[in-house]
């Protein structure tokens, strides 16, 4: 396992790149600590997929460094990296039984046949696919297949990280829950450092002890899914993080009150320095629906089964409620926002509160 | 219930199913009449039962021919099969070489049987022949109108320039299908180059091969035209192909009794033999 | 209105749709909800004329339409890939059936400017498909279908190659284009959660047969059997096994769980329980709901929810809560079922309501 160190690395597929859209990564300047868990999570094109091939070794990094445990890896190949992938679409080599698809990674490296069984066995226990030891690969489910993508990179017992490039879009929902909590549990146990490439926030969000949220090109925010939910540091990773979105409208801040039009919000605090474009930012689940506060005409209620959520119209803008299973919405609607559920954005960067 | 559409359908392939009867039922049905008969082409027809039959499976000549082409499918097979492989491997997978290798590949394929015999049929003569004229030079005394070898040299090395490609571009097509990760996860997995092509690529590969074992297996099990053009079965009959000795049988002598039986002899034995590589290959498929 | 009569596909000796029987109205939005190879796809095609059932047969307005080819029916498909032609610009691509079907000029631009208007797609006519996100591209194809015209618009998961973002935008406005194009739209995913948010009626898969069909939140909250539950439900559904045993439910350590009021007079012998994750809680819902002590195996945190991975018994629930509550793994916490919320099946997995009690 390593500590792995992205020192100010930047990349283009161009070959003279000039300007900052030329990147298709902007600089990255960050250490992803040993055996921690980190997803990174953006929109396609984001730049997420280049920076995992960066450190896997796929891809050498225009400018920059990258240091395993210390160590310059930036001209090393992948092998010599010595780390493990698994791919968006599960790599199985098909004509090999699911024993000699874990055993190839150690059969390549020259491991004495005896190690090489007592691994594979330890892992085929690992990844629960004992009882197909013996079984053609190519006949497996999709998510059975990505078991062994993963158990190829954990049968070496000296990798120095585990990396995966969207590893659950091909499988079944049912199943994403099972995977993900295994890989959880994994990390628990074996205190690998893995770094989770993926879309859909909530894999990101379960998966990892730090998120790093991305967007064209550069790293928007780093931080634990609880601070990106509560305190989300530009609009977008509001937007990004959480379902539906944060609520973002613009207002007009004076000392302690927010004005969106004609309607008067108590902030928590006096934000700091608010010039250029400001606007209030709310996630749905801190608007509470009730009978007193500010009046919205309800468009649409949309019953997803364990919460509703309710699209209405607030001074002519939309806004989104999330209210409980059993809740109803009232004759008159009215909302409320709950104070610690604000944040204030001056130019789509959130400003800090004060007292 | 679905009436009106299976009409349709059938409406749809009846000119094939014509054309089909007059091209290739219709003579066949007359390939049968004519080996069961005696006739000089002049119409007047007596019986033969299984005569022709018996004659041919126990003539030496039959067998000979047979054995030849046999030896010569296997030949070329144990050389284009893996030079195709090999070539496809070394193919550029994308920019502007891509295109280039391709049209470069089609080009023999295009060329038709008759003028790729008169090509090597020049090519090949000690006197003018660029081939030919500068082996002699350089030492090496190569005749393929006197020497069987030299015969078989030329034609082998003719088929081979003429069809390999035919097996490279099926095993690109096969090789380009195969996504990036696999190559990137073998990487990762430490993977020989060896390891890549026998576990990655030859599998991706397979069923484009068995197509183009298939393929190369009947084309040149039927070889005619380019041997005839280049040697006309020669020198003795040391080239002389199942085909040619057929056309010689039924046009040189118009022994149309013994060349009908014949030809149904050779079809079955190619309808046979393609059959069997055929379920051995795709059952070799299913086990794995 | 589209009408599947005990349909059944056999294709060699595999049974890819078993006795389908289905009614769809016009102007309906309904939704195929089943795991990949449960037969979405194949009923889909069945549908449009692109195969004929082995058995049974399909009749759209009173008309006998099986074995009848798609060309000749009014129907749009929209797939899980872009597919777009790429050399003709946005316009000309959903003008494309226009044009076949031989509209007039003036009639084929405000169609067009229409459609565009409706999906979001006006500032990118002049573009070609390939130089657009993969959301628009698939808006694309959407406009297409539904310029169509067609009395029928099948959708093959459109949205599952597109970011989850994407996908959560498109998802949102996709009921309102439908209730304005007024055609029957089939729409297939694997993600009960799409279902959810989409409405309309669901049909739930499950090798090759509809287990229950009906208002999408009736089939989520109600369902008919066990199989319905466990298609319906993401994360997945609890279940346990428990004997009954005169009022309660027994469970482990002697803890009993009350047989709902309604249901007190079912036979005493075993039935399997379920609950959703959101209706097992760490603190008391009400009086009613009886305390378990379950392992932790893995705590979940989205940001505004935890999901806790439990050990209860030989089976493995998943709790959902709001809030961030982490728990080591093998930590023993107290967990509430409410009796309020708990479905019961029979052992054939049938379920058991009081109506069905009644009858």
Known sequence: MARIDVNHVRHSYLPNPQKEADFALREVHHTFEDGGAYALLGPSGCGKTTLLNIISGLLHPSHGKLLFNGRDVTNLSTQERNIAQVFQFPVIYDTMTVYDNLAFPLRNRGVPEADVDRKVRETLEMIDLASWARKKARGLTA??????????????????????????????????????????????????????????????????????????????????????????????????????????????????????????????????????????????????????????????????????????????????????????????????????GINIYADSWRVEMGA | MDKTWNNKAWFLVLPVLVLVAFTAVIPLMTVVNYSVQDTFGNNVFTWAGTEWFEELLSSSRFWEAMVRNLIFSFIILAIEVPLGIFIALNMPKKGWGVPVC????????????????????????????????????????????????????TIIIMDVWH?????????????????????????????????????????????????????????????????????????????????????????????????????????????????????VMTNYDAER | MLELRNVTKTVGAVEHIRDVSLTLQHGSLNVLLGPTLSGKTSLMRLMAGLDVPTSGSVWFDGHDVTGTPVQKRKIAMVYQQFINYPAMTVYENIASPLRVAGVEQAKIDSQVREAA????????????????????????????????????????????????????????????????????????????????????????????????????????????DLVTAKTFADPP????????????????????????????????????????????????????????????????????????????????????????????????????????????????????????LAA
């Open chain 1, 143 to 340: 998510d059975q297949k990505q078991k062994i993508s993963l158990g190829r990179g954990l049968v070496r017992s000296d990798v120095n990280a585990i990396l995966f490039d969207e590893p659950l879009t091909v499988i079944d929902p049912h199943m994403k829950w099972v995977l993900r909590s295994q890989l959880k549990q994994l990390h628990r146990r074996f205190g690998y450092t893995m770094v989770y490439v993926t879309h859909d926030q909530t894999e990101a969000l379960t998966f990892a002890d730090q998120v790093v949220v991305m967007y064209d090109g550069g790293i928007v925010q780093i931080g634990t899914p609880a601070e990106l939910f509560e305190r989300p540091r530009h609009t977008f990773v509001g937007y990004f993080i959480g379902s539906p979105g944060m609520n973002v409208m613009p207002v007009a801040v004076e000392g302690k009150t927010a004005m969106l039009g004609s309607q008067r919000i108590e902030l928590p605090g006096a934000p700091k320095a608010a010039s250029g474009a400001v606007e209030l930012g709310i996630r749905p689940e801190y608007v509470r629906l009730g009978r007193d506060g500010m009046a919205v005409s309800v468009s649409k209620v949309e019953d997803v089964g364990r919460h509703k959520v309710v699209r209405a119209k607030l001074e002519g803008r939309d806004i989104a409620a999330v209210i409980g299973e059993d809740e109803t919405v009232p004759a008159e609607p009215k909302v409320r926002f709950d104070p610690a």
């Open chain 2, 102 to 153: 391709l049209v470069l590949m089609s080009l023999p394929l295009l060329i038709p049987w008759n003028v790729v015999g008169t090509i090597w049929q020049v090519f090949g003569r000690s006197d003018i022949g660029l081939m030919g004229y500068y082996l002699n030079a350089i030492g090496i005394d190569y005749n393929y109108v006197q020497d069987p070898f030299d015969a078989w040299v």
């Open chain 2, 163 to 279: 069809w390999t490609s035919l097996v490279v571009l099926l095993c690109y097509a096969g090789l380009v299908s195969i996504p990036d990760a696999f190559y990137q996860a073998a990487k990762i997995d430490g993977a020989s180059r060896w390891a890549v092509f026998r576990y990655i690529q030859l599998p991706k590969m397979q069923r484009v091969l068995l197509i183009a074992v298939l393929l190369r297996f009947m084309d040149s099990f039927m070889i005619y035209t380019e041997p005839f053009v280049v040697t006309g079965g020669g020198p003795g009959n040391s080239t002389t192909f199942l085909s040619i000795d057929l056309v010689k049988t039924a046009l040189g002598q118009f022994d149309l009794g013994p060349a009908a039986a014949m030809s149904l002899v050779y079809f079955l034995i190619i309808l046979l033999l393609s059959w069997v590589f055929y379920t």
């Open chain 3, 117 to 224: 208007a409706l999906l979001k797609l006006t500032p990118y006519l002049d573009r070609t498909p390939l130089s657009l996100s993969g959301g628009q591209q698939q808006r694309t194809a959407l406009a297409r279908a539904i310029v169509k015209n067609a009395s029928l618009v099948l959708l093959d998961e459109p949205l599952a190659n597109l970011d989850y973002k994407l996908r959560e935008e498109l998802r949102a406005e996709l009921p309102r284009i439908f209730a304005a194009a007024g055609t029957i739209f089939v729409y297939a995913t694997t993600e009960p959660h799409e279902a959810l948010l989409l409405g309309g009626n669901t049909a739930t898969l499950s090798e090759g047969r509809i287990t229950q069909f009906g208002p999408t939140i009736d089939v989520f909250r109600k369902p008919v």
């Open chain 3, 237 to 356: 559904l609890n279940t346990i096994v428990l004997a009954k045993k005169g009022a309660d439910f027994l469970l482990d350590g002697g803890v009993k769980l009350p047989v709902p009021a309604e249901l007190v007079g079912i036979a005493d012998g075993n039935y399997t329980i379920g609950f959703q994750p959101h209706h097992l809680s760490l603190e008391r819902p009400n009086a009613g709901a009886v305390p378990v002590r379950a392992k932790v195996t893995i705590t979940e945190i989205t940001g505004s929810e935890s999901f806790i991975h439990l050990d209860f018994a030989d089976v493995r629930w998943v709790m959902l809560t709001h809030g961030i509550r982490d728990f080591e793994t093998d930590a023993v916490v107290e967990v509430f079922i409410d009796p309020r919320h708990i479905m019961v099946f029979d052992e054939h997995g049938r379920a058991v309501t009081a109506q069905k």
